[in-house]
Structures are given as structure tokens and as C-alpha cells.
């Protein structure tokens, strides 16, 4: 069993930053790719970021790439989402996942892949 617990979440202005952390407890996360995604009143859960188990291979959704970056800290069983550039349309529940998936090359963008998730941490962004 593994367990995530996001925090960082808050209210920003448009313009504004936000880190987000999710710190894992029970198993450690070597072979897990870490994802984030969000989910806004009345939409279908969206992909957002992942990382590979190494670190090594990233990949972001459209609206984010340039704004957002994921990182890891396996020894920490840590993930990070930094969001710089914050917009309205970045409100949303955001959600840290772990995928068990051992590829240095293909990274999953889809829920159904991920075995575990975290509550979820909002974060609004005012206009």
C-alpha cells in the first residue's frame, strides 16, 4: 500500500506560483512513475505532468508546458509540481498519482493507469 498526501494548494492571484508536494508513506516509490492531475467542478479529471521512476523522462500536458515542472526525490519519497505563471483556468483539485511502471521511455498520461492517489489539494487562482 502505498499512500500520498498532497499539500501546497492555496489561493494565488492570476500571474502568481505555487509548489505543490506529495509525500509518499509505505512503500518506497522505486518503479513507480509520479503523475499529477487536476479535476475542476463539472470536468473530467485531466492529465497535467508525470515522471518517469528515474527522473529521467517528463511529459506535460499542453496547457501547462512552460509553466509547470515536475521533479523527484526518490531517497525523500517526495514529488514536486512547481506552477509558475498561475492562470484562472489552472483552478482545480490536483491530485498526485503513482503509476507501477518500470519503463525508462514511456510514461502514462491516462488515470486508469495509476494504482494510487493522493486526497487531493485545491488550489484557486483569482482573476
Known amino acids: 500500500q502505498v499512500q500520498l498526501v498532497e499539500s501546497g494548494g492555496g489561493l494565488v492571484q492570476a500571474g502568481g506560483s505555487l509548489r505543490l508536494s506529495c509525500a509518499a508513506s509505505?512503500?518506497?516509490?522505486?518503479?513507480?512513475?509520479m503523475g499529477w492531475f487536476r479535476q475542476a467542478p463539472g470536468k473530467e479529471r485531466e492529465f497535467v505532468a508525470v515522471?518517469?521512476?528515474?527522473?529521467?523522462?517528463?511529459d506535460y500536458a499542453d496547457s501547462v508546458k512552460g509553466r509547470f515542472t515536475i521533479s523527484r526525490d526518490n531517497a525523500k519519497n517526495t514529488v514536486w509540481l512547481q506552477m509558475n505563471s498561475l492562470k484562472p483556468e489552472d483552478t482545480a483539485v490536483y491530485y498526485c498519482?503513482?503509476?507501477?511502471?518500470?519503463?525508462?521511455?514511456?510514461?502514462?498520461?491516462?488515470?486508469?493507469?495509476?494504482?494510487?492517489w493522493g486526497q487531493g489539494t485545491q488550489v484557486t487562482v483569482s482573476s
Open positions: 498519482a503513482a503509476d507501477f511502471n518500470p519503463s525508462t521511455i514511456v510514461v502514462n498520461t491516462t488515470p486508469v493507469d495509476y494504482d494510487y
Open positions: 509505505g512503500r518506497t516509490l522505486s518503479s513507480y512513475a
Open positions: 515522471i518517469s521512476w528515474s527522473g529521467r523522462r517528463t
